[in-house]
């Protein structure tokens, strides 16, 4: 009965190559994040979706696209990978816009 | 843009000593959450703090909220091993917009 899950949890792979990471919560809630944790452990937030509807889009590259079939999975997919996408890439969800966060357990990526 | 410090970085106590970490925006915030990051595990919400001034206790935790909505604080009294992670506050500047975190606090408590 996880709340948010992700897979998978680690992911190694070459430079230039294309991943892909799964979110699914069964809250039930509306919003749904994508945040990156890098080795100096600050969070930063990439991409949230409300009702499947994208709203927040940071600052990243574009070989990022998040994608959201249903309001209960956000999936992430990254196109040729640099060796500085290594990072904790962790999906959230929370019932609102300001209510709390609920994090999956992370994936972690390494790319070589 | 909006940016949230915390000090310190890291911290490193004897089991039974007291513990805080400050959290500073360069801009108002409409509230703060905290949570707490275990090594090698995930962000788990701990509060919510909304009002000027707000002070709430969760057991040994106390949580504060600047008078200013500024700035923050999480004082841990008697800290255990188990409360051993990263703390982070998380601020928000309206009522529909992103969550920031701060930089984060880790705490190594040892026996």
């Known amino acids: 009965d996880t709340a948010v899950s992700q897979t998978p949890k680690y992911l190694v792979t070459q430079m230039g190559n294309d991943k892909s990471i799964k979110c699914e919560q069964n809250?039930?809630?509306?919003?749904m994040y994508w945040y990156k944790q890098d080795s100096k452990k600050f969070l930063k937030i990439m991409f949230s979706y409300n009702n499947k509807e994208l709203i927040i889009n940071e600052t990243v590259p574009n070989r990022f696209s998040p994608k959201s079939p249903d309001k209960a999975h956000l999936n992430l997919h990254i196109n040729s990978l640099e060796l500085g996408d290594s990072a904790v890439y962790f999906c959230?969800?929370?019932?609102?816009?300001?209510?709390?966060?609920?994090f999956g357990p992370g994936t972690r990526l390494l790319v070589l | 843009g909006q940016q949230v410090m915390q000090i310190p970085q890291y911290q490193h106590v004897q089991e039974g000593e007291d513990f805080t970490t400050y959290c500073n925006s360069s801009t108002t915030l409409s509230n703060i959450q905290w949570y707490k990051q275990r090594p090698g595990g995930h962000p788990v919400f701990l509060i919510q703090?909304?009002?000027?001034?707000e002070v709430k206790k969760q057991k040994r935790l106390t949580f504060q909220f600047g008078e200013a909505k500024k700035n923050s604080s999480l004082h841990i009294t008697a800290t255990q091993t188990t409360d051993v992670g990263t703390y982070f506050c998380?601020?928000?500047?309206?009522?529909?917009?992103?969550?920031?975190f701060g930089t984060g606090t880790r705490l190594q408590v040892t026996l």
């Open positions: 809250l039930g809630h509306d919003t």
């Open positions: 998380a601020g928000r500047t309206g009522t529909a917009s992103k969550l920031t």
């Open positions: 703090l909304v009002k000027s001034g």
């Open positions: 959230a969800s929370s019932q609102d816009w300001d209510g709390t966060q609920y």
